[in-house]
């Protein structure tokens, strides 16, 4: 049974910065892309970052890059985002996931960590 389990949220002024860690559980962690994604009061759930199965791919949605980071750590388990120079419009509850065996959909979730960023 796949488990992703996020921490590192909390409250930030704009311009801070946040690193959020999401460590999996379950299979080998290795083999599968990992993506984070993030859900805004009353919006839908959206894509912000993804990073291939071995690290040297990866990719970010326009409103994040040049501010935040995926990175993975396959011998830990751990997928990371660090977010900096944060804008209240970053708030949300982030979520990881992880592809599917043929990479075309996100089959795991965790169960998010807030991240809120104040004017």
């Known amino acids: 049974q796949v488990q992703l389990v996020e921490s590192g949220g909390g409250l930030v002024q704009a311009g801070g910065s946040l690193r959020l860690s999401c460590v999996a559980s379950g299979r080998t962690f290795s083999r599968f892309g990992m993506g984070w994604f993030r859900q805004a009061p009353g919006k839908e759930r959206e894509f912000v970052a993804y990073?291939?199965?071995?690290?040297?791919?990866?990719y970010y949605t326009n409103s994040v890059s040049g501010r935040f980071t995926i990175s993975r750590d396959n011998s830990k388990n751990t997928v990371y985002l660090q977010m900096n120079f944060l804008k209240p419009e970053d708030t949300a509850v982030y979520y990881c996931?992880?592809?599917?065996?043929?990479?075309?959909?996100?089959?795991?979730w965790g169960q998010g960590t807030q991240v809120t960023v104040s004017p």
């Open positions: 990073i291939s199965w071995n690290g040297h791919y990866s």
């Open positions: 996931a992880q592809k599917s065996g043929a990479g075309e959909t996100y089959d795991y």
